[in-house]
């Protein structure tokens, strides 16, 4: 298993831009998340889905859209670049929905995204 | 969701046990209590969970107050490689995983 896979690694986007982060994982899990980590910072919850065409906010969804119609992909979209978004954007997944918080989470490697 | 409390920091010296301490006073009967550490320049990975019973795996083993207020990850044998941010997080079926400040971990040699 590649487990959760992120792209591109690395971006630079100009303010006003708008661009998609990707995210796919070959586990099957139902349970996907995006976080945004800013330097010296803990991870902060932006979006996650609790299954294909399930999504729901987190602590800081605001300049960001997320979808997700299959099982293994959950895009996250940034609609209109900012320089505060200039941080490392990380995806996790986790297998189950019943008894879920019994379960491990993956996270992939991260995209760090500089807005300027 | 459960508020934590953790060390800001604490030092280690290489092979010798570390216990990180960590005070959730607010968790509710169902939540599992998870451990994710953050080495430098990588995501989060998971490190050990439980919900009421001690719990032991090949990295660490978690210690859990009888009144689960607060939990314990203990590193047997703490090496270079331990150097990270631990971050202990209540865990409900909603599944969010709320991460906090955590404990950064130095080891030294």
């Known amino acids: ?116 | 969701d459960a508020k934590t409390t953790q060390p800001n920091s604490m030092e280690s010296n290489e092979e010798e046990p570390v216990h990180l301490p960590c005070n959730h006073s607010t968790i509710s009967g169902t939540d599992y209590i998870h451990w994710y550490r953050q080495l430098p320049s990588q995501g989060p990975e998971y490190v050990i969970h439980g919900l009421t019973s001690n719990v032991n795996n090949r990295m660490a083993s978690l210690a859990i107050a009888e009144d689960r207020k607060s939990s314990t990850l203990i590193l047997h044998r703490a090496t270079l490689r331990d150097a990270a941010v631990y971050y202990c997080i209540p865990l409900r079926d909603t599944g969010k995983l709320i991460f906090g400040q955590g404990t950064t971990l130095q080891v030294k040699p």
């Open chain 1, 1 to 116: 298993n590649a487990g959760v896979t992120q792209t591109p690694k690395f971006q630079v986007l100009k303010t006003g831009q708008s661009m998609t982060l990707q995210c796919a994982q070959d586990m099957n899990h139902e349970y996907m998340s995006w976080y945004r980590q800013d330097p010296g910072m803990g991870l902060r919850l932006i979006h996650y889905s609790v299954g294909a065409g399930i999504t729901d906010q987190g602590e800081v969804p605001n300049g960001y859209n997320v979808s997700r119609s299959t099982t293994e992909d959950f895009p996250l979209r940034l609609l209109s670049a900012a320089p505060s978004q200039t941080s490392v954007y990380f995806c996790a997944s986790r297998r189950g929905l019943a008894g879920g918080s019994s379960y491990e989470q993956y996270f992939g490697p991260g995209t760090r995204l500089t807005v300027t």
